[in-house]
């Protein structure tokens, strides 16, 4: 199958209507918002036109968007969550809110690692919670110290607090492996921390690397993960998401309002049902061309940008660069957005570690890609 990747082209791209293509005026490059820029797997297509032809456009069927789930999860990771314990949410974020609302008392202290991706503040802040950083290691990993010390902030006034996670993380593509998982449940669990995990780049993890879902884990038993196929098939306008049960929080999900689950989309849960059963070959091409732009980003950073700081992203279609070296101030991206005629995501919005630094999308074409650097190295 051909590369997504290499699909619609320049032209074509700026015709969308989509807050990417719209936000900024049309001279500049937009690689910042993550949405890619691929045509949707055919099945998907199919299966929402067939949709509209039949008329079939009222109130979502969530049994069918779990099942979908459960077969694509026992197919890529060996493990095939219960559908029966699952419930429908409109999308990850709003179901991360619906979450907390079940395991953490009104107000009580949200840890999150950062960097990590802005609506995790915005969301949980708007819903009255206290942000606790637990930043990310040197290495870009989870740190076991900085996450004890936050659960012990988090849980300093007695109330029931929460743990955030993003897993695969947004920005830096991390993908936490089951030893680190394990570890950071387990001191959850013995500081009395509730675990809620954004897992909506599960698909998108690039070999040698394996996704690992939270609720799959031992340890994440009393864990709840969100996951969607929104990312992986470009589906964000197709609203809808799963929230899924490790065992012992079966009972929890179960509190769930019935109302929440009329906010997901009809027209998405179709075309998610249809990405998890029949889009594996499409996802497995735009994997390969993923797995071709993360490292010709590489390439071109070491040879025109050699002073930007990359680490090559074990998942996730999203880089984080290190601007520091090239002082361009808090926040890069609006230097480069006026001076190279390029957009990436500001950094200091993504918390601790943030300034400095942006984020960039390569879910799109190389030559968009090679476009972009070499903007950037122009303008510096």
Not at 71 to 100: Q, S
Not at 156 to 182: F, I, K, M, W
Not at 249 to 254: E, I, K, N, Q, Y
Not at 312 to 319: K, N, R
Request: hydrophobic share 45%.
């Amino acid at each position: 199958m051909d590369n997504p990747l290499v699909g619609p082209g320049l032209e074509r791209l700026r015709e969308r209507r989509s807050v990417k293509w719209r936000l900024y005026d049309p001279d500049i490059l937009p690689l910042w918002v993550a949405e890619m820029d691929v045509v949707p797997a055919e099945p998907i297509q199919q299966a929402v036109a067939d949709a509209m032809t039949r008329g079939d456009t009222g109130y979502p069927w969530a049994a069918d968007y779990a099942e979908a789930l459960s077969t694509f999860a026992a197919k890529r990771w060996g493990w095939e969550p219960d559908p029966a314990t699952m419930e429908i949410v409109p999308d990850v974020m709003l179901g991360v809110v619906e979450v907390l609302k079940l395991v953490a008392d009104p107000g009580a202290a949200v840890v999150v690692n950062s960097p990590v991706y802005p609506p995790f503040f915005q969301f949980v802040s708007h819903l009255g919670h206290r942000v606790v950083e637990a930043p990310l290691g040197e290495d870009g990993r989870l740190d076991l110290a900085a996450l004890e010390r936050a659960f012990a902030d988090a849980t300093s006034d007695g109330a029931r607090a929460a743990y955030l996670l993003c897993n695969p993380q947004n920005p830096t593509g991390a993908v936490h492996t089951p030893e680190e998982l394990t570890a950071a449940l387990g001191l959850a669990h013995s500081s009395g921390v509730r675990v809620v995990a954004d897992e909506i780049h599960a698909p998108v993890v690039h070999a040698p690397a394996t996704f690992t879902s939270v609720a799959s884990l031992p340890a994440g038993s009393r864990a709840i993960a969100l996951m969607s196929a929104s990312k992986a098939f470009n589906l964000a306008g197709l609203k809808a998401a799963m929230a899924v049960p490790g065992p012992e929080a079966v009972a929890d999900l179960a509190r769930m309002p019935e109302e929440v689950s009329h906010g997901a989309s009809h027209l998405g849960v179709i075309a998610h049902r249809a990405a998890y059963l029949d889009g594996g070959p499409w996802l497995d091409a735009l994997l390969a061309g993923l797995d071709s732009n993360r490292q010709l980003l590489g390439t071109l950073l070491a040879e025109q940008l050699p002073e930007v700081g990359y680490r090559v992203p074990d998942g996730t279609f999203l880089a984080w660069l290190d601007f520091t070296a090239l002082d361009l101030g808090d926040d890069p991206a609006a230097v480069l957005r006026e001076r190279a005629r390029v957009a990436l995501h500001p950094g200091p919005g993504f918390g601790q570690g943030g300034k400095g630094h942006a984020r960039l999308n390569f879910g799109t074409s190389p030559d968009i890609v090679r476009e972009a650097v070499g903007r950037i190295a122009a303008a510096l």
